[in-house]
């Protein structure tokens, strides 16, 4: 009896030349092709507007559209077909290009389901079955098909990599363990896969609760986020209200002030027109007695004095002596005590201008006022100077607080600390993370004030000893005629009338350095901005025959 020929389902066989597809609903066109149903209809569908139909592969027209009918036996062949397909082993089906293929199938390959690494070769099912079946292929090492069995061999003795070396961190064969690698420390393959798997799923472990407790406090930062904002947004309309609060009621102020006035305005020029009307009245009376009064004059010109008797009984028209009313200015048009009270307003809000945000650290700012005295005073310090540091052109006195550069040398003691070519000298106190204020009075041909850190260079006359001229010093330089700054070597001219006092605003956390005219009114010179590293000295240079003070200061109540 013949055996039944084995049914595949090969794509080249049972594919529609339309859609690539194993037939659905197969029909079979009068020129022998067959198609889906649904593809050859929807190609028909187009070539309906030309009015001819042909065959997709054969190309032979037909001027009327064929009947198509349902191709039974094609659609039980493909049914069977796919029932075959469906129950036919893994081991069976032909490898694709993923795949690795079988070394010792003919033709076309089959897929490979293990990879032999003794035989170093990969086997279909049929073909694994001798080392399924002898006794002798039984202990070969099975494994997972392997695509590239070269990468598993030795180099050298082209035998297995079972072995590896810890010492060398390589895969190695038998052979290099008893040889190149015999004193290392070696295991077998499959117990550092173990370590290494086990060190894998600890890392991974960790990673994902590290994963986890990212997310975790990124959700915090986000929700910080959110809560700053809201903060924020509720902050800027509470604040928002406040000030509008306070420039309606400003505003209502300076309306019903300029209605008080322009009613005072208003009252008082109505009196004024008043008057004038009256007094335009009075004048034009006096100017018709005028004209009446000037006729008989002419009278004076007759020589006949009964006649003239005659016309001038009397003198007419007695002037009088009516008073006008008085129209007076008064010098106040508001009340003292609202007058009082607007100037106290207008001094607060003169202050209120005055005031600054200024930098108070990497968290924040601060509200200052840092263009009145008072505003300053609450940071006043009393600096002393250090006579270590003193050139020795240089005298000290009044408790080390004033200076004066004189044309004797002092008998100062040698110390590193000591200037020795700049006529210069330095504070004792340091300034770090805070803010200080002080004031100085100054006199002379000219005095440089400032501030440096403490480790500016003291000996020679290079520019990094000299204050203000390096990148570790800022200065002030003042004489009768101008205001200079210096810092790191550059110059900056400041055109403001002189003063012998100067205040010196030092705030450490804000990275600000601020100098002030201080005469009748308090005038800002210049500001340095800096990120400030070190503690700060004051510093001052001295010309011959000049000398600086540091003025005593208390804080306000």
Known sequence: MMAAPKLSLCADQYCCPVCLEVLEEPVTIPCGHSYCMHCIHDYWDQSDRVGAYNCPQCRRT??????????????????????????????ESYAGPDDVCCDFCAGRKLR????????????????????????????????????????????????????????????????????????????????????????LEERMAELK??????????????????????????????HEETFNSVLQAIERLRTEVTEVIK????????????????LEQEVKELKWREANLAELAELSQIDDHIHVLKKLPSLPFPIGNED?????????????TLRMSLSELEKSLRELSSWEFVKASEAGHILQNLRTKNGLL??????????????????????NSKVTCQDTMSSYPAHPDR???????????????????????????????GVTYGGIKRKGDSQEC????????????????????????????????????????????????????????????????????????????????????????????
């Open 112 to 199: 490979a389901v293990k990879t032999c690494l003794t035989c170093m070769a990969s086997y279909c099912e049929n073909h694994l079955q001798p080392h399924r079946e002898h006794e002798a292929l039984k202990r070969h090492k099975l494994e997972q098909p392997t695509i590239k069995l070269e990468e598993k061999l030795c180099t050298k003795h082209q035998k297995v990599l079972e072995i590896f070396c810890r010492t060398d961190e390589t895969c190695i064969c038998l052979m290099c363990a008893v040889t190149d690698h015999k004193s290392h420390n070696t295991v077998t393959a499959e117990e550092e896969r173990a370590v290494r798997q086990n060190l």
């Open 62 to 91: 037909f001027n009327v559209r064929p009947e198509l009918n349902k191709s039974t036996v094609l659609t039980e062949l493909i049914k069977q077909l796919k029932e075959v397909s469906a129950v036919v082993s893994p081991s």
């Open 209 to 238: 609760k590290k994963i986890e407790e990212k997310e975790k406090k990124l959700m915090e930062v986000m929700e910080t986020i959110d809560r700053i904002q809201r903060t924020s947004e509720r902050e800027v309309r509470e």
């Open 419 to 449: 200037f020795d070519f700049f006529v210069q000298v330095l504070g004792r106190e340091a300034v770090s993370g805070s803010r200080c204020y002080w004031e100085v009075e100054w006199s002379g041909r000219g005095v440089g004030i």
């Open 378 to 399: 609450k940071y006043c310090c009393q600096p002393t100077l250090d006579s270590n540091s003193a050139h020795r052109c240089l005298s000290l006195s009044e408790g």
């Open 263 to 278: 009613d005072y305005e208003r009252r008082k020029v109505t009196k004024a027109k008043e008057v004038m009307e009256q």
């Open 324 to 336: 006008t009313t008085d129209v007076g200015i008064s010098g106040d048009l508001l009340p003292e």
């Open 466 to 557: 000299h204050l203000g001229r390096n990148d570790r010093s800022w200065n002030l330089f003042c004489c009768h005629s101008s205001y200079s700054v210096w810092h790191n070597n550059l110059k900056t001219k400041i055109r403001a009338p002189s003063a012998q006092r100067i205040g010196v605003y030092l705030d450490w956390p804000a990275g600000s350095l601020s100098f002030y005219r201080i005469s009748d009114t308090m005038t800002l010179l210049h500001r340095f901005s800096a990120s400030f590293s070190e503690p700060l000295y004051l510093g001052f240079v001295v010309r011959p025959n000049s000398g600086v003070t540091v003025c005593p200061l208390s804080s306000p109540d």
